[in-house]
């Protein structure tokens, strides 16, 4: 049934599904983006036990003022999945990863162009609110945030509030829940009502994981998560990824090639603004399809 | 140790001495002042001085409780109009000032904070006295906040644009609405700076004599209606400084103690609030 279920919304989709991995170069009797490379073909998709497309864009083109970040997007994320974005410094991947909860557009000068596809419904048409789309995504960025003038307990329930979910009595529940999810809760059990900042950096981090996971969103955007901490914090947030994908779509930006190759089940590369290429990861890794994405992952640039 | 080594030593406890003197003679005035005031000052403050409103000019004895309950009133009242006023344009200045108008609302902040407050109080009396008819505490106050606003705006934006802006973005993808954002958690994240803000704002504005001479214009009575005139400490101090009786004399100086050890508290408060910053609860 879940398979049937995904062909009908892919049938639906600009692009055609292909048999191949990955689908390069126009196809008869289609309308591929006429610039970009071809989305993921779904096949690899409908292989997965809960192969819903959660996030699909379309020819997403991200722009500072006049200056393109990334140009005509077009790919699939399907549900309960993780999926990497590689590419060296300045490829625009945190650009796309903004553009997915519509943060790109707070940045100085930061406009889109394009559709984003949430469950089939484009984020940045007209109905939707910005903010209600942005408590549909969490988001985890590079450096730990926590908010220093709120408790532990305060920062995991600080999205519940203010999207007025939950009831008192629901809320001390789902805090627990949302720090046992982020492998916190053994840490800071005792202490939920101390400050936030007297946490470790990889503490933090996991704070800001179960803050973002706390109000239940779809999907979990990653910005580089461990960029800021050291191998044992960084091991902690990708066993989390692995847990976490059951229950959510994780999009995670990294630097680190092998990080991708760990916790993803697909990997897009960006390269100058531009999607070079995604597929599964060990495909990707194993037998890239662009002559780019193998100069990149064997070191010859970025 | 070789002659250079010797001789840069020399110039290193030579330049050292030099800038120890100098910080000296910077704070050298402050104790003075403090000195002065009490020697001249303490002998007269007893109870009395604190509960009693003055007697009739040539009598002995006597206090300023007026002078202080009407700096307290005028001050609060500043306080009333200022803070609101003074703390929401700085915030408005960090958050959204990017335009025009924060170009703008800027600009005048700094020519407000610029003006002498001699000028603030001729415009205070200008729109506030002239057309009531008569001087009142309350022009007083609002004169005293305008000399507020600006101050509170400018280190308000300053303490605000210090908040990192990962922690507003954290926040925005979490859901929050803009103006919950600013709120919520940068105007709380900045709230130690801005505390100590209002109260450097606060001790500025309690001595302030010139804008209170053409609004609040004193009072020798004890007085707490808001719409007649109404003493402080700083129109007393002048009123009895330059008066002719060796008892006004000896009444300044302890008033000026008084004021004096007011913003002295007052500061003191300020640097507790900064240094507690990053405490939570």
Redesign the interface.
């Known amino acids: 049934m879940k398979l049937d279920n995904s062909a009908a919304r892919l049938e639906s989709a600009p692009t055609p599904l292909t048999g191949a991995a990955v689908s390069n170069g126009p196809h008869p009797g289609s309308a591929p983006p006429p610039d970009g490379p071809a989305p993921l073909a779904l096949e690899a998709a409908s292989g997965h036990d809960n192969s819903l497309v959660r996030i699909e864009t379309r020819r997403l083109t991200a722009l500072f003022g006049r200056n393109v970040a990334i140009r005509e997007v077009s790919l699939f994320v399907p549900a309960n999945t993780v999926t990497a974005i590689i590419g060296p410094s300045g490829c625009g991947k945190s650009t796309f990863l903004r553009c997915l ?1 519509r ?1 790109h557009e ?1 940045s100085d000068g930061g406009w889109t162009t394009g559709a984003v596809l949430l469950d089939g419904e484009d984020i940045y048409g007209g109905g939707l609110d910005p ?2 789309v ?2 549909r995504i ?2 985890v ?1 590079q ?1 730990p ?1 926590p ?5 532990i307990y305060e920062n995991v329930a ?2 519940l509030r ?2 007025n979910r939950l009831t008192r009595t629901n809320q001390d529940e789902v805090v627990e829940q949302a720090l046992r999810q982020a492998a916190l809760w053994d840490e800071v059990k005792d202490r939920l ?5 007297a946490l470790s950096g990889g503490q933090q981090q996991r704070l ?1 994981i179960a ?2 996971v706390a ?1 239940r969103p779809q999907v979990l955007l990653l910005d580089e998560p461990t960029a800021s901490l050291d191998p044992a914090g960084t091991q902690r947030i990708e066993e989390l990824c692995h847990e976490l994908k059951r229950q959510f779509t994780i999009v995670i930006v990294t630097h680190n090639m092998q990080q991708a190759a760990r916790v993803s089940d697909y990997t897009a590369f960006f390269y100058l603004g531009e999607l070079i290429e995604i597929d599964r990861t060990t495909q990707l890794f194993t037998k890239p399809a662009k002559e780019q994405t193998e100069a990149y992952l064997t070191g010859r640039f970025g | 140790m070789s002659a250079r080594a010797i001789r840069r030593r020399a110039k290193s406890v030579v330049m050292t001495g030099v800038v120890a003197g100098l910080a000296l003679l910077a704070v050298l005035p402050l104790l003075f002042i403090f000195g002065d005031l009490i020697h001249k000052g303490a002998t007269s403050i007893d109870w009395n001085f604190f509960v009693k409103s003055p007697v009739p000019a040539g009598d002995t004895g006597g206090g300023v409780a007026n002078a202080i309950v009407g700096t307290g009133i005028i001050v609060g009242m500043a306080c009333l109009i200022g803070l609101p006023i003074g703390i929401g344009a700085g915030l408005f200045l960090a958050e959204y000032g990017n335009g025009r108008l924060g170009w703008l609302v800027r600009f005048v902040a700094d020519v407000m904070n610029g003006t002498p407050s001699i000028v603030i109080g001729i415009f205070a009396w200008t729109w506030l006295v002239r057309p009531v008819g008569h001087f009142s505490a309350m022009a007083g106050g609002a004169a005293l906040a305008m000399l507020m606003i600006p101050m509170l705006s400018r280190t308000t934006e300053e303490m605000v644009r210090l908040v990192p802006n990962s922690l507003r973005e954290a926040a925005l993808a979490l859901g929050y609405p803009r103006w919950r954002t600013s709120l919520a958690v940068v105007a709380r994240t900045a709230l130690a700076g801005i505390v100590t803000g209002a109260l450097v704002a606060v001790a500025r504005i309690a001595g302030e004599t010139a804008p209170l001479l053409f609004t609040a214009l004193g009072n020798l009575n004890f007085s707490t209606a808001v719409n007649h005139p109404m003493q402080t400490l700083s129109l007393q101090i002048y009123v009895y400084a330059t008066g002719p009786f060796d008892e006004w004399h000896r009444l300044a100086w302890a008033a000026a103690l008084v004021l004096m050890g007011f913003v002295l508290l007052v500061s003191l408060a300020a640097r507790w609030a900064t240094r507690s910053r990053y405490e939570t609860r």
């Open positions: 909860n943060m707070l903010v209600a942005r408590s969490g988001m960025f450096r945030t908010f220093p003038t709120m408790s600080a999205g203010v999207q009502h101390t400050g936030a900042t800001c803050r973002a109000p």
